[in-house]
Each structure stands twice: as structure tokens, then as C-alpha cells.
């Protein structure tokens, strides 16, 4: 029970992260390779303390990480946190894709039968 | 009427932690009436509802509020039953299934129809067990899965 409870807590911490749209796209960034805070700061048009304040909140969801070099710190996505956020919804994910493929699919043999 | 395009496989999936919630949301090209009546007849849920794509063993529908449904997917353990709450022609349905809500929502945009389904559980352990339920589990993801992942929910 309270590890079940350890884990929800952790999902509910990353998918209160991941509900800014801001964080998503710096996520996002950091998935085609790391970046140190002015890197990030000119596609998203962000201060500082504004860039900042997203990767702490990254950070402490596990998202995210700084790498060693101490004057840059260059941020770099962890491929295990999105492992457990992804565990958990990707097969309801797929579920839900796989019945919406065949709605579509049958919503055209639907209206051939009708016309 | 020029054939249906097949648009690249496209669900968007939300998950609201905060609110326990799960919106799923799909464009078709279809209208909202006929995309209702495949939500409604059990001839057609019992075509399209199982995801492998197999015809549902049983399908039971019983069309109003208060009525109960039933879907079984072959070989599995549990079947997708609950009630009716609110039947709305074309826009929307509402319905109780397995201790959450399903409403299930059709909007006109730009001539394509935009089905969003939401589905809202009542705490973050249910929902939990929502997801989980009916699905196969222990399936191994790998980083490619997860930027796709991302990626999705960026749209």
C-alpha cells in the first residue's frame, strides 16, 4: 500500500509538470539534446528566472537533470521518469487509438451500406 | 462524396491529475449524427469498440437514461457494463462505466466532426485503476516511445 502510494504521488507530480505547455515544449527541446538556460531562453523568448523557474519544477518531477559541467549546467531530459508516466498511460493510449482506427474505418463502410 | 482520407492515426490524450480526469480527442470526417449512432446501435459498437479490431461477443444496449450497457470483447476478463446518464443526439452522450464518468462529446469544426471523450474518476487511485484495467500490461517502453509520447501531447 504505501508504495502504490509513493508511486501515485510521483505521477501526480509529473503530470502536474507536464500540464504546462511552456514545460511540454522545453521538454520537448531537451529531447533532440541537452541545453544549458540561455539556450532555451532564445526559442521560447523567456526570462530567466522564468526559464528557471520551469526547470525546477522539470527537476523535481524527475523530468530532467543538470549535467556536470558547473559553469554551464546543461539540462538533459531522464529517460526513466517519462518510463513510468509513459508505462502507465501508453497501453490505455494505444487501447483507445486501436478503437478510434477501427470508428473510423467503420464509419466509412457505414456510409457506403446507407447510400 | 469523394472517398474518406485516411489522416495519419491521430488521438490526442490529456491526463488532468489534478482533476482525475482523461480527455481523449479525435477529428473525424464523418458527422456527428452517424458518429453518435456508431456510439448508440449495438450492430455498430459491437463492429468498432474492441481495439484488436475483433467483433464484440456481446454488445447490449439499452438507449436511455437509466439504461444499461454492456460490451464483451472476446477473451477478455472484463467486460466494459454501466448506465446511461444523458442522451443528447448529435452532440453529446453521458454515461457511468466501472465507477467513472464517460462523456463523450461531438463538435463541429471546420466541416469535421471532433469527438472528445472524456472520462472522470472520482480519485487518483481510481483513476490509476482505470487506466490499467482491460489493458495488457508489462509492456516495455523504449526513449523513441517516449518522445512520441511527448510529442503527442504536445498537439
Known amino acids: 500500500m504505501a508504495i502504490q502510494g509513493v508511486r501515485t504521488e510521483h505521477l501526480d507530480r509529473a503530470f502536474s509538470a507536464l500540464a504546462d505547455p511552456t514545460r511540454r515544449s522545453i521538454l520537448a527541446r531537451l529531447a533532440a539534446g541537452k541545453a544549458t538556460v540561455s539556450q532555451l531562453m532564445e526559442p521560447f523568448e523567456l526570462t530567466q528566472p522564468t526559464i528557471s523557474k520551469h526547470l525546477r519544477v522539470l527537476e523535481v518531477a524527475g523530468f530532467i537533470e543538470h549535467g556536470r559541467d558547473a559553469q554551464r549546467r546543461p539540462r538533459k531530459l531522464v529517460a526513466l521518469a517519462f518510463k513510468d508516466v509513459a508505462d502507465w498511460i501508453e497501453p490505455f493510449r494505444r487501447q483507445w487509438e486501436g478503437r478510434f482506427n477501427n470508428l473510423d474505418g467503420y464509419l466509412a463502410t457505414m456510409k457506403k451500406k446507407e447510400r | ?155
Open chain 2, 1 to 155: 462524396m469523394p472517398p474518406q482520407r485516411k489522416v495519419q492515426a491521430e488521438t490526442n490524450i490529456v491526463v488532468d491529475r489534478d482533476a482525475n480526469k482523461i480527455m481523449l480527442t479525435r477529428t473525424f470526417a464523418a458527422p456527428r449524427e452517424q458518429i453518435f449512432e456508431a456510439w448508440t446501435r449495438p450492430e455498430h459498437v459491437a463492429c468498432w469498440w474492441d481495439p484488436a479490431g475483433f467483433r464484440l461477443v456481446e454488445c447490449e444496449i439499452d438507449l436511455r437514461p437509466g439504461g444499461a450497457f454492456r460490451f464483451v470483447s472476446q477473451g477478455s476478463t472484463y467486460p466494459f457494463s454501466g448506465f446511461y446518464r444523458e442522451i443528447a443526439p448529435p452532440a453529446r452522450l453521458i454515461f457511468e462505466a466501472m465507477g467513472s464518468l464517460g462523456k463523450v462529446a461531438l463538435n463541429v469544426v471546420s466541416g469535421k466532426t471532433v469527438m472528445t471523450v472524456t472520462i472522470e474518476c472520482g480519485s487518483s487511485a481510481q483513476l490509476d485503476q482505470f487506466v490499467k484495467m482491460g489493458v495488457d500490461v508489462g509492456t516495455s517502453q523504449t526513449l523513441d516511445n517516449l518522445v512520441a509520447y511527448v510529442g503527442t501531447m504536445l498537439q
